[in-house]
Antibody
């Protein structure tokens, strides 16, 4: 059974930091590009970041560039998102998502973790 | 990195067909045949319904079909069923830019 389990979300003050994790099982993690996609409650999906199978290539949305860092540990089948200098408009559900190398669609989604940035 | 344009809502009666449009630019939809469509029920994670413009993953009914012309793509759902009521998002690969999602369309089955 495929599972992507996000953790690390919660309430943080503006300017603070959080580290999200996504523990993966049920598919070959090292063969998948991994993405973070966020969704403000009641709003649409927005791509935040992605990285390739060995973590050597990363892409970020302009809105998070310089503040967020995506990384992975293929030995632990885990994806991370380090979020610094958080802003109120970073408040959203954060989904991790898996895209098989060579494909261009999300095969697997996590259930999401809520990040709330508020004073 | 602007969102793809979709109608905010569409509706149809059971058995009817509906089409959801998705408009992008020459940087995303117009430049790649990598448009995907995701269905999202309330409180759930999205799931892919169409990929590579017009391909269906196994398990997705053939009532769902996709197409593309120029900078625009569309999703057609024929023989509407109550369980099709959900939010639908288009998405396009955009090279070394972040993937671009549509703003989402709420489908109501009357």
């Amino acid at each position: 059974e495929v599972q992507l389990v996000e953790s690390g979300g919660g309430l943080v003050q503006p300017g603070g930091s959080l580290r999200l994790s996504c523990a993966v099982s049920g598919f070959t993690f090292s063969s998948y590009w991994m993405h973070w996609v966020r969704q403000v409650p009641g709003k649409g999906l927005v791509s935040v970041s992605r990285l390739n199978i060995d973590g050597s290539m990363t892409i970020y949305a302009d809105s998070v560039k310089g503040r967020f860092t995506i990384s992975r540990d293929n030995a632990k089948n885990t994806l991370y998102l380090q979020m610094n200098s958080l802003r109120v408009d970073d408040t959203a559900f954060y989904y991790c998502a898996g895209v098989r190398d060579g494909n261009f669609y999300v095969s697997y989604w996590g259930q999401g973790t809520l990040v709330t940035v508020s004073s | 990195q602007s969102a793809l344009t979709q109608p905010r809502s569409v509706s149809g009666s059971p058995g009817q067909s509906v089409t959801i449009s998705c408009t992008g630019t020459s940087i995303d939809i117009g430049n790649y045949n990598y448009v995907s469509w995701y269905q999202q029920h309330p409180g759930k994670a999205p799931q892919v319904m169409i990929y590579d413009v017009n391909k269906r993953p196994s398990g997705v009914p053939d009532r769902f079909s996709g197409s593309k012309s120029g900078n625009a793509a569309s999703l057609t759902i024929s023989g509407l069923q109550a369980e099709d009521e959900a939010d639908y998002y288009c998405c396009s690969y955009a090279g070394r830019n972040p993937w671009v999602f549509g703003v989402g369309t709420k489908l109501t089955v009357l």
